[in-house]
């Protein structure tokens, strides 16, 4: 059992979207728990729009302090979604040290950077947990953009999926849809929509298998 944490102190830089995308692509192969961790609860309200056709299990408002019991059920993955402000410090701090791996969403802009930053260096890299940013909301047509945000991060030294998620309306109604990405209705934007949060998958299951106990992806 891996518990995954999804983290940035930056509102809106895709949380939410990239634990319950990444959860639904998980689960094609694994055994998928998402936990609400974020008192805000995006994730509950959409987990209660899918309702039984939700493809993983899902537990709103758990306790951040009851993480670590859950290793004692029987899932493969449990993605923890988490809060995205610089008050919930102390919650984050929390989840980060129950967790065996945290994946930081951000978005592609100078201004995500900061932020992005201090999420690193204040709450996940003093409790030794392995980590990496994953690009989110990227434009193709705009792949400046996306070099300048790579370069930052690079710059940094902080590890980053190689992979980055590319932004599709999609991904925004889906919540109002009561759907994850993998029940998206067929396009050739949902075909790329699934094969970017895949590739992350299979970039994750690279490193976990790396650290011995891999979790199977397709
Ligand atoms: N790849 C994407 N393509 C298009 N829209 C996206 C993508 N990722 C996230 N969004 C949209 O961006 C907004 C913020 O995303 P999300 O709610 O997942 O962020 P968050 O980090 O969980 O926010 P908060 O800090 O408020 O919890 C939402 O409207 C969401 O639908
Ligand atoms: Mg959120």
Redesign the pocket.
């Known amino acids: 059992m891996r518990i995954l944490a999804v983290a940035?102190q930056k509102?809106?830089?895709?949380?939410?979207?990239?634990a319950m995308s990444l959860a639904a692509v998980l689960a094609e192969v694994s055994r998928v728990l998402v936990v609400d961790n974020?008192p805000?609860g995006?994730s509950t309200w959409w987990a209660e729009r899918a309702g039984e056709s939700l493809p993983f299990d899902f537990a709103g408002s758990t306790n951040p302090n009851e993480l670590a019991r859950l290793r004692e059920l029987p899932y493969d993955v449990v993605v923890v979604?988490t809060?995205?402000s610089l008050e919930a410090g102390e919650v984050l701090a929390t989840i980060v040290q129950a967790s065996d791996f945290v994946i930081l969403?951000t978005e592609p802009e100078a201004l995500a950077f900061q932020p992005l930053s201090r999420t690193i260096q204040s709450l996940v890299q003093p409790y030794g947990v392995d980590y990496r940013v994953m690009l989110?909301?990227l434009d193709p047509r705009n792949p400046g953009e996306t070099l300048e945000a790579q370069k930052l991060i690079d710059g940094a030294g902080f590890p980053r999926f190689q992979h980055g998620?590319?932004?599709?309306?999609a991904?925004?109604t889906a919540?109002l849809r009561g759907e994850v990405v993998t029940q998206y209705e067929t396009s050739r934007a949902t075909f790329k929509a699934i094969d970017d949060y895949r590739r992350v998958a299979l970039e994750l299951n690279t490193v976990w298998a790396a650290q011995s106990q891999p979790v199977g992806v397709n």
């Open positions: 940035n509102g809106g830089a895709g949380k939410t979207t990239t974020d805000q995006s979604d809060p995205g969403p989110n909301k998620v590319r932004k599709y309306k991904h925004s919540p």
